[in-house]
Nanobody, 123 residues
Framework: QVQLVESGGGSVQAGGSLRLSCVAS????????MGWFRQAPGKEREFVAG????????YYVDSVKGRFTISRDNAKNMVYLQMNSLKPEDTAVYSC????????????????WGQGTQVTVSS
């Protein structure tokens, strides 16, 4: 069983930055794509960013392009989301996910989810 644990959420003013981290318990971390999703109150969960198994390819939802950066460290079983120029509309619970495949779009589906970490951006 794979466990994903997120950290780094919090409250920040608009224009600020946060860095989310996610650690995976499984030793097979490096052969799967990883990603971040978010869910705001009253809204459906949406894809934010994905990174392929090697870290060589990334994919972002249009609303975060140029502001967020996803990265991974396969030696540490870690994936990160650097969030800059945060906006109030970025407020949501952010969850880490492990894909069932290797591609950054994670189109093949999600195998495991983390519990999530709250990000709140005030204006």
């Amino acid at each position: 069983q794979v466990q994903l644990v997120e950290s780094g959420g919090g409250s920040v003013q608009a224009g600020g930055s946060l860095r989310l981290s996610c650690v995976a318990s499984s030793g097979t971390f490096s052969i799967y794509a990883m990603g971040w999703f978010r869910q705001a109150p009253g809204k459906e969960r949406e894809f934010v960013a994905g990174i392929d198994w090697s870290g060589g390819s990334t994919y972002y939802v249009d609303s975060v392009k140029g502001r967020f950066t996803i990265s991974r460290d396969n030696a540490k079983n870690m994936v990160y989301l650097q969030m800059n120029s945060l906006k109030p509309e970025d407020t949501a619970v952010y969850s880490c996910a492990r894909a069932t495949g290797r591609g950054a779009t994670m189109s093949g589906g999600i195998g495991y989810w983390g519990q999530g970490t709250q990000v709140t951006v005030s204006s």
